[in-house]
């Protein structure tokens, strides 16, 4: 389960920022997930609770924001919406696209004390 490792690397972000003094309570984290990422938000929330035991951020919300997908289709020359991976093209059907964007996990901010 990735979910886990992508977990971990968000606690290792809030620890650097912690290790300053700047805070020693973490309430929440908001993060974003690009509809075309490969990341199961459920997963990631539970993931989250697990490596956060113990830490400045035990007990924060995990905050998931979902971005969304969007495609270049390569038939129709356009860009398209892409609520997933693997859809097909509302304007031909066919399979033809790249990723425009929508492939981003990022944290976006911490509420903090
Ligand atoms: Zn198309």
Redesign the pocket.
Known sequence: MHEVAIAQSILDLVNERAAGGAFTRVHAVRVAIGALSSVEPDALSFGFDAVTSGTVAQGAKLIIDRTPGRGF?M??VTE?DVPARGVE?P??H?HQ?LVVSGEELKVKDLEVD
């Open positions: 289709c038939t129709c398209i093209c304007g031909c066919g696209w």
